[in-house]
């Protein structure tokens, strides 16, 4: 039921200071809301927390691979109490690429904030006989790394290239903001999608067009890096092939860290607080008459919020950017949940989590053969995605996502020596792995197969620092459903409509946030969560006219 908007300013909660939080608030911010953001940890950023070192380190705990910096160029250009945004979502200068090409990061509004650059090649992708592919985004280059690779595989790739243009302009530039909150606004586009062939699974698609094992891991790798198995996310998600092509690959000097820093200033500027070591114990729920709700059915109404400790805080609506499962299961009261019941929250397939080393180590002089961004992928693709997601175990052998931004931006080390960190997918704590006993086995075979393979000659008698988080992080100090690592999984039933939604079913006034919601896990689409959840709150609160002529209905 809409709400009128009466003089008093509404006031909004929101749970956590991820970037889904940030960029949450700065909407509400501009829409007329005061708002405050409840962090638990001593700093903003939740999973895109960076940490510094005594010994003069700074490592990026979480994301490090910006894209579509125009999506942040927007909450930067927003200001206080303007309503709803008028501007376009995709201005031509951004369809095109224009700025991009032209070694351009960000807009005239993010760079009174932070400095974006642009990343080449995206990814270098090291496979397990030493070769390796540059993926860059630009066609010319990659049709010369096929034609090397797989020159059989020419043809496939520009078939490849023009489909996934087709689920991309369809996928990301059409449907991307849409909330699927009911099942009509789904059946409309099942059509399209299967006419684009987009349901099947990703590894499934690209191996249509690559006969080489490589190029299809090149192709189909990086839904990994926002928590989905290749072999079970539907092949919608080639269009992130596209997203990169179009947009690039970007890093904030400072690390992402600067990035969410900038995001906080800017909420701050606009009159949102934050409130570090504020930790969220339940969200206080009662039916329309301010009762204590006895029961699912009826109405229920988030009344604000009960800290660790017993402080209590009233609100006219409460975001949670925290973890979905965990939202519900921890913070809501049983008796007020009827849609998001304990069992379909834990009926969820979960992401898997990660192993992260981070580590610092001398510049001994040798050059790296490294990039910013390094794949290194292990002897085996499909079984070892089957052991992590499936089984559940943890391999003979491994894959990792080596970052290393010193190679990039020096002041992230003392002189003299580089910072890195490097990922590895594992099982979530639904494995029962001890990772206690496991973890310190798992990081000493990570940086013995470092320094064996030459990523890193000499890597044990040169490092300097060592530290690493297990999937225990996850779920101690992240507060996260078994340890995962990025929200449910991005399965074909676990998309659009039936991901979990961003208003929320059971209690009104009520919204969430972030990875485990619509449309998913990944920087850029946190950022359209936050887009999606503004919407969904202006509407609720009286403002649709000014959504409704702002956003066309591009279904």
């Known amino acids: 039921m809409p709400h009128s908007l009466p003089s008093r300013r509404k006031q909004a909660l929101i749970i956590g200071s991820g970037f889904g939080g940030l960029s949450l608030g700065i909407r509400l911010q501009s829409l007329g809301f005061d708002t405050t953001i409840l962090e638990k940890l001593d700093g903003p950023g939740g999973r895109a927390y960076q940490k510094r070192t005594p010994d003069g380190y700074v490592f990026d705990m979480g994301p490090t691979v910006i894209t579509v910096p125009h999506f942040i160029e927007e909450l930067f250009a927003l200001e206080r109490d303007q309503g709803w945004p008028g501007q376009p979502d995709y201005p031509e200068h951004v369809l095109t690429g224009e700025r991009v090409r032209a070694g351009e990061s960000g807009g005239p509004r993010t760079r009174d904030y932070v400095q974006l650059v642009p990343i080449l090649p995206f990814y270098r992708i090291s496979f397990d006989d030493g ?10 280059s990659t049709r010369r ?20 243009e087709a689920i991309f302009r369809r996928g990301f530039l059409e449907l991307g903001y849409t909330h699927f909150g009911d099942v009509s606004t789904m059946l409309r586009v099942v059509p399209d999608l299967l006419k684009l062939d987009a349901v099947r699974t990703l590894f499934s698609f690209t191996s249509k067009y690559f006969r080489s094992p490589k190029l299809r891991q090149v192709f189909s790798f990086e839904t990994l890096l926002i928590g989905g198995n290749p072999l079970s996310v539907p092949a919608i998600y080639a269009m992130i092939h596209f997203v990169e092509k179009t947009w690039g690959v970007h890093y904030a000097l400072g690390g992402t860290g600067a990035l969410v820093r900038a995001l906080g200033r800017k909420f701050e500027e606009l009159g ?14 009662t039916d329309e008459w301010g009762r204590p709700v006895r029961s699912p059915f009826g109405q229920r109404v988030a009344r604000g919020v009960r800290l660790r400790g ?30 998001n019941s304990d069992l379909r929250v834990k009926a969820a397939r979960q992401s898997m989590s990660l192993l992260v080393i981070y580590f610092g180590f001398r510049d001994d002089g040798r050059p790296l053969n490294l990039r910013h961004h390094n794949i290194i992928l292990g002897p085996r693709y499909e079984a ?13 052998d491994f894959s990792q996502y080596l970052h290393v931004p010193t190679l990039t931006d020096p002041s992230l080390a003392p002189p003299g020596h580089h910072a890195a960190y490097t990922l590895i997918p594992v099982p979530h704590n639904g494995s029962g792995i001890d990772w206690e006993v496991e973890g310190p086995k798992l990081v000493e075979r990570v940086l013995a197969l470092l320094e064996e ?13 060592l530290e690493y988080i297990t999937p225990d992080h996850f779920e101690g100090t992240l507060d996260s459903y078994l340890g995962n690592a990025f929200g449910p999984e991005p399965t074909l039933i676990q998309s659009a409509y039936f991901r979990p939604h961003n208003r929320s079913e059971d209690v009104q006034n009520l919204y969430l946030v972030g990875a485990g919601v619509q449309p998913g896990a990944g920087t850029p689409s946190v950022m359209m969560s936050a887009k999606m959840t503004a919407r969904l709150i202006a509407q609720d609160f009286g403002l649709q006219e000014a959504v409704r002529g702002a956003e066309p209905d591009r279904r």
Request: hydrophobic letters at 40%; glycine letters at 12%; a negative charge.
């Open 131 to 140: 070769t390796f592919f540059d993926y860059d985004g630009d066609p010319d």
């Open 145 to 164: 790394q096929i034609a090397e690779l797989a020159p059989g595989d020419l043809a496939g790739y520009e078939r490849f290239h023009a489909d996934a």
């Open 272 to 285: 949102g607080r934050i409130e570090y070591g504020a930790e969220v114990e339940q969200i206080l729920v």
């Open 310 to 339: 017993g402080e209590e805080r009233p609100a006219d609506l409460v975001v949670s950017n925290g973890d979905w499962a965990n939202t519900y299961l921890k913070r809501v009261p049983p008796q007020a949940r009827l849609v």
């Open 384 to 396: 070892l995605l089957r052991e992590i997601f499936g089984q559940k175990v943890l391999g003979t």
């Open 453 to 465: 393979r030459g990523h890193i000659p000499g890597l044990r008698a040169r490092l300097a620092h």
